[in-house]
């Protein structure tokens, strides 16, 4: 399989991203036999991956590190770096080669700390590939200062070091990063391509797949989620019954808090999964004694991990809320389609009963509401409102709207 089989719908972008990896590639040999470089290249040691959510930006990325690192024999005889087998294609889909580095929010900010050891490795050579890759999944998360260091890096780039940033558009980016970035912007994928990937890589079943894909309006992670995981569609289910359940003051407060109670445990199944097992092995690597108790100057470390466990559980929790919000505008969405006589496909014709009920017994301005509300919602999360009272709110809206 070559790397850029999972960058679905996205053909003008693969194109420009396989002619820079070809450049890449002669820059390299060309740079290790001793030769001139080639003058004219595709290639650029910053790029900006923009594009909405479920674009498959981050999977552009790493197809293109992946490429970057190609050691095919194939690729020496004018074949496209990125086999898809090669160990540097391998290890840098995997998240395991040497020279790629991989940041993403564990919390709702990238801080500082999170970079440093990254900024100051991208300076230095490539240790075992032919580059040094750099992927930031959640550039829009960099704060201030984690965004300088970054800056600092691009704009005295080590030779064979390339940063690839990914974000939902330029607008999320630092104006002074963006300007030194090759921008390549990703469009939402077809549903009926979305379908096909899950069939033909994830062997779902192509009625399940074509649900699954026209649920969540092409976003191909939300997709292969709620195709491959039984919870994630009773948790989907459960939101796009909300609407029904908002007809009194009483159902609206029941409803949000069971909302909320959701997103908290799926943070809290998270944490299961990996806080233990991340807590246990850095206090074997420190050297903790067979009573529990730890070296000295260690306290520190542990507490380090502690901040970042709970910065993660707490990005959990909002995006899982998130994710049940952007299910609900989905819905209304469907609703104002019926209203209007649209020819629209629905998104979630799964539950056409339940649609027809509320188109019926509302306006197209209720629901216009009804969808601000939402997104009202969403605005207040950002702010770091308290996730009940935000919910609240936005649930009473639900209801008088």
């Not at 998360?141 to 939902?168: H, I, Y």
């Amino acid at each position: 399989m070559a790397v850029w089989d999972d960058v679905v719908g996205q053909e003008r972008v693969q194109e420009q991203l396989s002619a820079a990896a070809r450049d890449a590639d002669a820059h390299v040999t060309a740079h290790a036999a001793g030769e001139p470089v080639p003058p004219a290249s595709k290639m650029t040691h910053a790029w900006l991956f923009t594009g909405p959510p479920g674009s498959g930006r981050v999977t552009a990325a790493r197809a293109f590190a992946a490429a970057l690192q190609c050691t095919s024999p194939d690729r020496a005889l004018g074949g496209t770096p990125g086999c898809g087998f090669c160990d540097g294609c391998h290890t840098a889909l995997i998240g395991t080669h040497a020279d790629v580095s991989w940041i993403a929010a564990t919390g709702t900010q990238i801080l500082v700390s999170d970079m440093r050891d990254t900024v100051r490795k991208s300076f230095t050579a490539p240790a075992n590939g032919r580059w040094q890759v750099i992927l930031v999944e959640d550039a829009e998360r960099l704060n201030e200062r984690s965004a300088n260091a970054v800056l600092k890096a691009v704009e005295e780039p080590a030779p064979r070091t390339v940063w690839l940033l990914c974000a939902p558009s330029v607008e999320d980016v630092l104006p002074t990063i963006r300007s030194r970035c090759r921008h390549l912007t990703l469009r939402t994928p077809p549903v009926a391509a979305v379908a096909d990937v899950l069939v033909r890589r994830d062997g779902v079943e192509p009625e399940l797949a074509a649900t699954a894909a026209r649920a969540t309006q092409g976003h191909i992670g939300r997709a292969r989620r709620l195709a491959t995981d039984e919870r994630a569609r009773a948790r989907r289910s459960a939101v796009l019954k909300l609407p029904l359940r908002v007809e009194d003051i009483g159902g609206c407060l029941r409803a949000a808090q069971e909302l909320v109670d959701a997103a908290a445990d799926d943070a809290k199944q998270v944490a299961e999964d990996t806080d233990v097992k991340e807590t246990e092995e850095l206090r074997a690597a420190l050297g903790a004694s067979e009573g529990g108790r730890m070296p000295r100057g260690t306290a520190g470390l542990m507490k380090e991990l502690e901040d970042l466990q709970k910065r993660r559980k707490t990005r959990t929790q909002r995006d899982s809320l998130d994710l049940a919000l952007t299910d609900l505008t989905g819905f209304y969405r469907d609703v104002l389609a019926l209203q209007m006589g649209s020819r629209v496909a629905l998104a979630n014709d799964d539950v056409r009963d339940s649609l027809d009920r509320i188109a019926r017994s509302s306006t197209p301005e209720g629901t216009l509401r009804r969808i601000e509300a939402i997104v009202a919602c969403r605005e207040a999360l950002e702010r770091n409102v308290a996730p009940l009272l935000a919910v609240e709110a936005m649930t009473v809206a639900l209801r008088a709207g």
